[in-house]
């Protein structure tokens, strides 16, 4: 199978699905000509026109909002959000909006949106362009919420996402673009909800979401070397989430970390550790654990700022205390 | 006034929609001080000429977004009594099933979608709509409704911006009715309303909007220009709100007389003027218009009975309509 980047899967995706949906357009700033500035949209402009990929003005919300309307009338939206940290600019179109408007009129109109954003630290831009915020949509029910973690996810997911009928966000992690990974030649669609077991292993369950799923594969190798059999799953969306697939393999290792790059307090972590608390308690031989970025804002001295995230190291010295039950009373 | 249409039948149902509008309200009013109604609403009357004007002027394939004060706008978009009642109510038959409520009913099948308890959130879904308009080579135009208090979100001039870049079958109808909630509109705004509209070169025109007649004809030259791609426009009319901002404002003194109140309701009434236009052209008897009134009442009343006694939704759809795909949102797999 050829590899190709994670840019270039997602470029893939959006051009097969404007050349089989003539409704499905690009909205957002700097995605014509320029490609945007991590080039993922080059070329699509030209075999695609001004008129389906859209160059706006820089006004997230009125570009947001246009793109909840467009969908509500039957064109399906892919709006491009620059930087996931501009997800607060839009809150109001995302949240009150596009996530409510299906209930609030009892089913008769939908949103069917993309909204593709990025998320991710250490790319050295400090506080305002480096945030991982995809918790605050998962909060809002409505919205479906994407988390690739790979080119192959990138190239499903988001092939999913167009032809879906309700507002999805996609996260990809802006450090991964030029990351390569097999992806078939043929079409194919990742469904929601389906979570994917990237390794497994008996000792102990290793859940982590994007960029973190490959944290968590590293963490497995330097585990594995010292006998230490870590299974790695990747729950591919947060909204909706595999639920049974984090279950059974809590169940059958007693023993999860959850990796996420989101900040701990009050996040994804905390999120799917509770739920397996909850379903999971008499499998369970230590606490489930949570592990996100650092409560800080993002810092901008790599001295700092790579401090504030998951490394394979620390996944894998917070399993040896899991397996060791030195967590177990650590309160 | 001014004359648009020449046609009678035209004429008497704009005087018809606005009775409607009015008689609506009024039981809309009944059943919230009667403690029938959960929660509040916001009462339309007094600017119905507005939102006839308008409506009569689009088709039912043309688009309009409303507001938290939206009744009128369902109402002359072609909604029916009963479904909107039975909304207000939170019953099942309800044009939202009971989920939206009064500040958020919605009626697709008429080209209403839907109010917004957001001011001015629904500035961008209307621009967007119109973008649909022209991208997939569609007719129709979209009518975006909005306060004067809306002008002061930032939302508006976003997507006026991109609408005028575009030149996108967008109306912006602003209905200045003196007040932004509580407050006058002069306080809130400076300069003039249409000049924000200009600054963009979007072609802006104030207009008497209790006349019901110089609105719709308006309304009718910018639509017609806007299908040809010489959108978007920008309408401001000039109005006024008979109730406070909700129904629950009731002592409002302290920003608003009752003489200014009473000077609108006596002398400026779009229903009275209009009645009285159609009576002295001979296009209505008196008692031809007493009955159509008489008629509206009692629909109006036949359909508040019925929303009463209508069943509320079953408790099991609370997480239904959470997503297009997922029949019930809250039903997870335990494994």
Redesign the interface.
């Known amino acids: 199978m050829r590899n190709i980047t994670l840019s270039q899967a997602v470029n893939e995706a959006l051009a097969e699905e404007m050349r089989r949906d003539e409704t499905v357009f690009i909205i957002g700033e700097d995605v014509a000509e320029a490609g945007t500035p991590f080039k993922v949209l080059s070329g699509l402009v030209e075999e695609f026109g001004t008129e389906r990929v859209v160059d706006t003005p820089i006004a997230e919300p009125g570009f947001m909002g246009i793109a909840v309307g467009a969908a509500m009338t039957g064109s399906r939206p892919v709006v491009d959000l620059m930087f996931g940290d501009f997800i607060y600019l839009i809150m109001d179109q995302l949240c009150n909006q596009a996530a409510k408007t299906h209930y609030m009129s009892g089913g008769k109109l939908s949103v069917p949106l993309v909204l593709r954003t990025n998320l991710g630290a250490t790319r050295r831009s400090a506080a305002q362009h480096s945030q991982s915020l995809h918790a605050l949509v998962a909060h809002i029910p409505g919205l479906k919420v994407a988390m690739p973690s790979s080119a192959y996810e990138a190239k499903g997911l988001m092939k999913t996402a167009i032809r879906d009928n309700n507002p999805v966000v996609i996260f990809e992690d802006k450090l991964m673009y030029n990351d390569k990974a097999p992806v078939p030649e043929e079409e194919f669609l990742i469904p929601f909800g389906e979570a994917n077991i990237k390794r497994e292993g008996a000792d102990i369950t290793l859940i982590g979401t994007s960029s973190m799923v490959q944290v968590c594969e590293k963490a497995a190798e330097i585990l594995a070397k010292e006998g230490i059999e870590a299974e790695v799953i990747d729950p591919r969306t947060i909204v909706p989430l595999d639920e049974a697939a984090l279950l059974k393999s809590a169940k059958k290792t007693s023993r999860v970390i959850v990796v996420d790059e989101g900040h701990q307090s009050f996040g994804i972590t905390g999120e799917i550790a509770s739920r397996i608390n909850e379903k999971a308690f008499y499998h369970l031989d230590a606490p489930v654990l949570r592990m996100g970025a650092m409560d800080v804002p993002v810092p901008f001295s790599p001295a700092l700022e790579d401090i504030t995230v998951p490394t394979p190291e620390a996944v894998a010295e917070n399993a040896r205390k899991l397996m060791s039950g030195e967590m177990i009373h650590a309160a | 006034m001014a004359k648009a249409k020449t046609n009678t039948e035209d004429y008497l149902r704009m005087y018809r929609q606005m009775v409607r509008i009015r008689t609506f309200e009024d039981n809309a009013n009944q059943l919230y001080l009667s403690a029938k109604m959960p929660g509040l609403t916001h009462m339309y009357s007094g600017e119905e000429a507005v939102a006839v004007g308008i409506c009569e002027a689009l088709t039912k394939d043309d688009?309009i977004?409303s507001t938290h004060r939206g009744h009128g706008h369902c109402v002359a978009k072609g909604a029916e009594f009963k479904e909107m009642f039975c909304e207000l109510l939170g019953k099942e038959e309800?044009?939202?099933?009971?989920?939206?409520g009064s500040m958020?009913i919605?009626d697709?099948s008429n080209g209403n979608?839907?109010a917004?308890a957001?001011v001015g959130?629904?500035?961008?879904?209307?621009?967007?709509?119109?973008?649909?308009?022209k991208?997939?080579g569609k007719q129709d135009v979209?009518v975006c409704f909005f306060g004067d208090g809306a002008t002061a979100q930032?939302?508006m001039y976003?997507?006026m911006?991109?609408a005028a870049?575009w030149n996108l079958p967008v109306i912006y109808a602003c209905e200045n009715n003196g007040y932004s909630e509580y407050t006058k509109t002069e306080e809130i705004a400076a300069g003039s309303i249409t000049a924000r509209a200009e600054a963009f070169g979007i072609e802006a025109h104030q207009v008497d909007g209790q006349d019901v007649l110089a609105v719709n004809a308006l309304t009718q030259k910018l639509v017609e220009r806007a299908r040809k791609g010489e959108g978007p426009f920008f309408m401001e009319l000039m109005t006024y709100r008979y109730h406070g901002h909700h129904v629950g404002d009731i002592n409002r003194e302290y920003y608003r007389s009752k003489d200014e109140e009473k000077d609108w309701k006596e002398n400026k009434d779009p229903i009275i003027r209009f009645r009285s236009w159609l009576v002295e052209e001979g296009i209505a008897s008196e008692d031809e218009i007493e009955a159509m009134n008489e008629e509206i009442k009692k629909d109006a009343s036949d359909a508040v009975e019925y929303a009463l006694n209508a069943k509320y939704p079953d408790e099991s759809e609370v997480d239904?309509?959470?997503?297009?795909?997922?029949p019930h949102?809250l039903l997870?797999?335990?494994?």
């Open positions: 688009k977004t309800g044009y939202c099933r009971g989920k939206g958020h919605a697709q979608l839907g917004n957001i959130g629904s500035m961008g879904i209307a621009t967007g709509a119109a973008f649909t308009s991208l997939l979209t930032g939302l976003e997507v911006n991109m870049l239904m309509h959470v997503f297009t795909d997922i949102a997870r797999d335990t494994a």
